[in-house]
Each structure stands twice: as C-alpha cells, then as structure tokens.
C-alpha cells in the first residue's frame, strides 16, 4: 500500500533544483526519510558531506514550492493508477539500484516483474534497413520459449520493431520513455503503447508535464542501460543514441551483444565498430546470446545442485570462503559470488582463477562459473 504523505516528500527532492540523484540519497542516508530533509534545517544540511551552502539554501527557500508540486503529481499518480517507485522500494528495479546515478523516483504503469530473471535490451537506428528490421524480428521471435523480458525506448525503428514483435509472441516489454507518463511521443506509437501495459509496462523518471525535449533522452538511455541483463545492438550509425546506450551499459557492467553488418554500410558501423573494439560481443541470433548468457537450463535444477560442495583440503581462506558460496548452487553468477562472500569483485575474480587453474571451477560465458570439483 502506498504511503502518500512519504511519497509527497520523495517527489518533492526531485523538485528541487541542484538535487541530484547522487545527493538526493546522501541527504536520505543522512537525515533517515526524505520528509526529514524536508524538516532540516540549513546547519544541518550544512554538517552532509556534499552539501554547500547553496544547496542547503535551495532546499530549505524552495521547499514549500517543491511539495505543492509533488502534491500535484500525486494527484495525477492516484488519478490514472500509476505505480510510484522509490529507489528502497521492493519493486524498484534491483538492477538499475546498484547503478549510481539511479534515479530515486520511477513511474510506472504495467503489470510485468521489473526484476525478472532476464532482461534485454534492444536497441538500434531509427531509420532501420528492410534486412535490419527482419533481424529484429527474427531475434525476437526466437526468444519466444525464453521467458525474457524485452526493454526498449519506444522510438521509431529497432526500438518499435522490438516492442510490436514482443507483443505479437506474448513476451513482456517495457518501453522506457523521455517525457512524463501524460503523453506519448511519438504519437504514432500511441497504440502499441497501450497494448504492452497489459503485456509488460511504461517506464519513466520524468513527472507529468515533462516534455521529450532532446536532453532527457540520454537520461532515458541510462534506464534502459542500467535495468537489463544484456543490451543488444540491431543497425546503427556511428553515433547516436544506440552507441550512447552501449556506452552506458558498458560503464554499469552490463553484457553488450551486437549484430554485425557489411562492412562499409552506415548502418553497419555502430555495431561493427564494438565488436572490433571488443566492446561488445558478435551474435547472429538469438541462440547466441541465451548461449552466452548461460541461460539453456532456464528452470531446471541440475541433480548436482541438490547435493552438497565438498571442501578442498588444500584452500586458503579466501578461496574456501568463494568454494563456498557454491554450497547450494554449482553455478553463480560473478556478482552473485561477490554478494555472497561479501568480497570486492575485482578480489573475487583473483580467487576464482586461482581455483580455476585448481580445476575446482570452470568460467562459463555471462561471468557465470561452476564448481566441477
């Protein structure tokens, strides 16, 4: 149930110019809730690391307008059954929470899970050739048996292709959008939009009335980047938006997958020029990517997982602690061994190769590993 009188305080911080995300959760993690920042006065704001005088000033002079603002998307939230998503809220895209410049208020209208088990992106020109728009349409429809959820921004060519084909095999997309959840752009989409509501979801940080003026559409482009598992690129130029979400994606850590094109076409060169730059990885279908992403056994628990990981003898202490984390599972995910053994990642890759050159484990595409021992 939702908590309305908080979320009038967590809307107000974005109302506020000079707030950004970062510190937005540095006030939070200061002051406990978002009314409290509210509540603070300006020697307090002062004592936040991060946090100048002219902040402080705007916060406390801008208050009153920020909440009659955010007292007025709230109204427009409960009016049209839009989902509020704070950044500790269960429901916030998990994957997205761990990106730092995560927004802390989302909007959402839909009924698919934002944290499923795999999320893909789509992206690619808008001005698509015939055999770049069939791509699409082939990759899709292999994803049929998948159980994925197909993340795209809504805009002419890939990104509507990707949608409409989702739609047609009953696999959920959500269209990640530039402006606030009271319009559409482009229009032209207006239709599919309302169809994948019921079969996946809109997506947005901007509030009601927010315009798709050419600044927010990068900041869409993180969301997109920072929600999915993998992104994958169909046709590009050499810049553009396709290239500027890649990026981004790279930056989180995210599986970057590109189909290549003949060379010397235009729409060739984005996604040829992150493959030669092994900036993403080559794929010619669908199968290619389940493949690399190590998601053939989707559903089913290999007999080895339901026994017990026998230890090593011959570990050290940082190794028995990684062999560990295989204890329920023979097969984890770099991220997931990290959680686990609460360990950095970069010192969590070092101890997996040593038990890789052991032959206790064995690297699997995807960052996945398996315990083999």
Known sequence: MTDWEALKYQIGLTCIDGIGHINAKHLIAYCGSAKAVFEARKGQLLKIPGIGSILAKSIVVNASNALRLAEGEVEFIEKHKITPLFYTD??????LKHCAD???MLYYKGNANLNATKVIGVVGTRCPSTEGVEQTVRFIKDLEQSDVIVVSGLAYGIDITAHKES??????TIGVLA?????LYPEAHHYIAKKMINCGGLLTEFMSGTNPDAVNFPKRNRIVAGMIDALVVIESKRTGGSLITATIAQSYNKDVFAFPGR????LAEGP????KQ???SLIENAADLIYAMNWQQSGRIPEKEKGQTVM????????EIIARCFTSKSELHLDEISFLAEMPVSKAITNLLNLEFSHLIKSLPGKMYKWVA
Do not use: S, T, V
């Open 90 to 95: 269960e429901a916030y895209p998990h994957r």
């Open 167 to 172: 739609l047609l095999h009953a696999i959920p």
């Open 272 to 275: 040829n020029g992150l493959i």
């Open 263 to 266: 060379p010397g076409e235009p």
């Open 278 to 280: 092994n900036k993403a």
């Open 102 to 104: 995560a927004p802390i």
């Open 179 to 183: 402006h606030g959840l009271d319009r």
């Open 312 to 319: 090593p003898l011959h570990l050290k202490p940082e190794e």
